[in-house]
């Protein structure tokens, strides 16, 4: 059976996200000629072709597409054991709780506060994530926990409990035709731009068709709020993640938007009693 290893499927995995042998030579800190030649002795050792190469461009064939997939999901769970091992090896264990600045919608503080009352409660680590990584801090061992927004995170691989369910709000400029209204609809906002979330597929709002392609990419709340004052989006948010509200900007409930949820989510075979005790800390403090 063909054997891989780590470095070679992070050499793949780089060229797969790069698809361009020199930013992804630079990204590794190799020199090209050497990852072009791990990449070929990568293909003759699979007996398969990996990417089709021509002078204008790099592309993945479906064997190629498969690998990247299937390998992400290999160095996550690499990953995540050398974690977890390393983890065991500590004297005092401690909880790591990956959250979005901001993304708590106020609970944390109880949360924290319900977990210190337990006899057994050990120190908490607060990790800050992006828009869009915090369940991978999860699933590759870097955090315990996480809380994340359904359905725009990712729960693929976690268990979650769910602390709060929520509508949602437009974000609009004060000059737009819907600010002055007490409520908008999903076909009101029919044809508005949305701006896309960096990293993330598919960002539209169901009802909501953009106009003329993409709207702006972004990477967190300030690059949104820049967007959305110069008239170059709108957007649509959970009600707690629209919070502290910009003086310059309109919030106007979205009566039929689908409800999101604000989760707590664990890895799936994770069964240690620090996660278990922090989750039903979680779920009282949420319900008090």
Not at 7 to 12: H, K, M
Not at 20 to 39: D, E
Not at 49 to 73: F, I, M
Not at 103 to 117: E, F, N, P, Q, T
Request: charged share 25%; no cysteine; proline share 6%.
């Amino acid at each position: 059976m063909a054997e891989l290893e780590t470095r070679e499927l992070e050499y793949f995995a780089t060229l797969a996200e790069e698809l361009h042998f020199g930013r992804a030579a630079q990204r590794l800190g190799i020199a090209q000629p050497a990852l072009s030649k791990a990449v070929r002795r990568l293909e003759d050792r699979l007996g398969v072709t990996l990417v089709e190469r021509s002078s204008q461009h790099v592309a993945l064939t479906l064997a190629g597409e498969a690998l990247q997939y299937h390998g992400r999901h290999a160095l996550l769970a690499v990953g995540a054991a050398v974690e977890k091992a390393r983890r065991a090896g500590e004297r005092e264990t401690r909880l790591r709780l990956v959250i979005k600045p901001g993304g708590d919608a106020d609970l944390l503080s109880g949360i924290l506060a319900a977990y210190s009352r337990r006899p057994d409660a050990r120190q908490v680590d607060i990790l800050f994530g992006g828009a869009t990584d915090r369940a991978d801090h999860v699933r590759d061992g870097r955090a315990d926990v996480a809380l994340l927004y359904v359905p725009f995170d990712d729960l693929t691989g976690l268990d979650h409990e769910t602390l709060m369910v929520e509508g949602r709000v437009a974000i609009l400029p004060p000059d737009h035709r819907l600010a002055a209204r007490s409520e908008v609809t999903l076909s009101d906002l029919a044809h508005e731009t949305l701006p896309r979330w960096k990293g993330v597929q598919g960002n539209e709002m169901p009802g909501i068709e953009p106009v003329a392609g993409p709207g702006p990419e972004v990477a967190d709340a300030a690059e949104l709020t820049h967007m959305v004052l110069l008239g170059r989006a709108i957007a649509v948010l959970p009600r707690s993640l629209a919070r502290p509200r910009h003086p310059g900007l309109v919030h106007v409930p979205v009566a039929d938007a689908p409800r999101s949820a604000l989760v707590l989510a664990w890895g799936q075979e994770d069964r240690r009693r620090l996660v278990a005790d922090f989750v039903a800390s979680a779920v009282e403090a949420a319900q008090g």
